[in-house]
């Protein structure tokens, strides 16, 4: 009897030492990580933004609100990297992301980029998209091209080519990532704001260069500089989740 109670006994532990296994790895993470992807877009904030927040489609150009005729259909942008700065836990973080070419600001679903984050509530967010001096003129920072009709009615095809260092920066408010939802950080860069200083009578009598309006570091440098000091400032941040299970609860983070 004594032999038939220790094997019963010892079944037991097995069996329960296997049903404990068995639970904690059903409630154990599946990743200690998540992803986190950078996308930049170029909009009006007047109009463009409020479309995105309630699912419409982004419109094709960016029309400025100050300056009367002045109009961007296109925005191309060669990106250095994203570099995302915050705190987890009371400790300093930085992570940065790979370059992005060619990238159409103006597409409803722009090019992304994306790296790996560690779980954690995130809080003092800043995001960075950084752009640097090229010496290849046909991969530049940031190009915009568009049109601008002057008072007597006369339009004139513009031109925006940045080759400078510049940054542009957007802050959030705290996310929390964890191992079942991946995020996108959405840089809004509002063109109108690079308006700020500058007034219809400086595009009219603007330099032109084979009857084309070139703002450039070599061209109408006055309006260039003030455009470039307002680049800084034009972005802000949304942040959208992604549920790993594929669902999608359609809201996003300012």
Do not use: W
């Not at 037991?12 to 930049?40: E, H, R």
């Not at 987890?88 to 090019?111: C, W």
């Not at 509002?190 to 009219?204: F, M, P, Q, R, S």
């Amino acid at each position: 009897m004594r032999t038939f109670r220790t094997g019963i006994f010892a079944a037991m532990v097995l069996t329960l030492t296997g049903l404990a296994a068995c639970k904690k790895s059903g409630n154990s993470p599946s990743s200690k990580t998540s992803q986190l992807s950078f996308q930049l877009q170029a909009d009006n904030a007047t109009s463009n933004l409020a479309a995105s927040n309630t699912g419409g489609n982004l419109s094709t150009n960016s029309t400025f609100q100050s300056i009367p005729g002045l109009t961007f259909t296109s925005a191309i942008a060669n990106i250095s990297r994203f570099k995302l700065e915050a705190k987890r836990n009371g400790v300093e973080i930085e992570v940065t992301s790979k370059n992005l070419s060619n990238v159409d600001l103006f597409s409803i679903d722009p090019a992304v980029t994306s790296v790996t984050l560690d779980t954690g509530v995130y809080r003092e967010i800043e995001i960075k998209v950084e752009l640097k001096h090229t010496t290849d003129t046909s991969a530049l920072p940031l190009k915009l091209k568009g049109t601008f009709t002057n008072s007597g009615g006369t339009t004139i095809p513009i031109e925006f080519d940045l080759n400078s260092d510049a940054v542009i920066k957007a802050e959030a408010e705290n996310i929390d990532v964890n191992s079942t939802i991946n995020f996108v950080a959405l840089v809004h860069l509002h063109l109108n704001k690079l308006e700020a200083g500058i007034v219809a009578t400086d595009l009219a009598n603007a330099t032109q260069t084979n009857g084309v309006i070139i703002i450039s570091p070599t061209s109408n440098t006055s309006i260039y500089n003030k455009v470039l000091a307002n680049l800084a400032g034009c972005g802000e941040s949304e942040f959208k989740e992604h549920h790993k299970d594929g669902s999608d609860d359609g809201e996003g983070h300012h």
